[in-house]
């Protein structure tokens, strides 16, 4: 039998698209309805909030994963680090500190620019990842690709981290079927070589951060050094 807490798990945060916080419903019940939506009229007027998480080790590497072949969307394509819905009453940091726990076996912290350096001085990352909150976006357009039919489209409010994790990954839930490690004097190369090999929030997302992940490189070295 389901629970009142396991149903409230798969509830999701909705929003109109100017971010008025229209209440909480079901995951699944709300991509049919905007998917049925989209088939009659050709517009979504909904979004969820999510985040979306790179990570990276205090070299300066920066996981990409690669999503399984059991996965109905973006099927094989190297992806970011991590994403996920923010669920209930959660906050985006809430849900950074859950996602890197359930499905990264670590456990992990969402902070400020200030916090996030004072962390990082004081932190063994072996033992815990250390992230700092970029920025959040309305209306991101989360890019999905199928196996048939043509690429969705979904805009989303989403919270951008980046942080650092030295330690071993445990990928817990299947959604993962590998991972490669990037340098950023590789990836934007890489990316224009092999585009059909990412997604499109590498794509897109990967350009814009990489100045902000370089500095965050160098602060992480300085304190190492």
Partial sequence: MTSETDLYKEKVKVFDLNGKFLGLQNRKKFYSEVRKEHRKTGKITRQVHTIRVFLM????????????????????????????HIRGDESPEY??????????????????????GTAISETDLQINGVFRKVETINNFQAHYKYVEGPIAIFPQITTIFIGFFDGHLNFKDGETSGIEIYYTDEIIEEIKDNPNKYSQDVKVLLPKYLPEMKRLIKMVKSYQS
Avoid: M, Q, V, W
Wanted: glycine share 14%; aromatic share 8%.
């Fill in 57 to 84: 080790n205090s070299k300066g590497g920066i996981y990409l994963t690669k999503r399984s072949g059991l996965k109905k969307e973006n099927k094989h394509l190297y992806d970011k680090t991590l994403g996920g």
């Fill in 95 to 116: 849900t950074l500190l859950r996602e890197c726990a359930e499905e990264l076996g670590f456990p992990a912290a969402g902070l400020s620019d200030e916090e996030f």
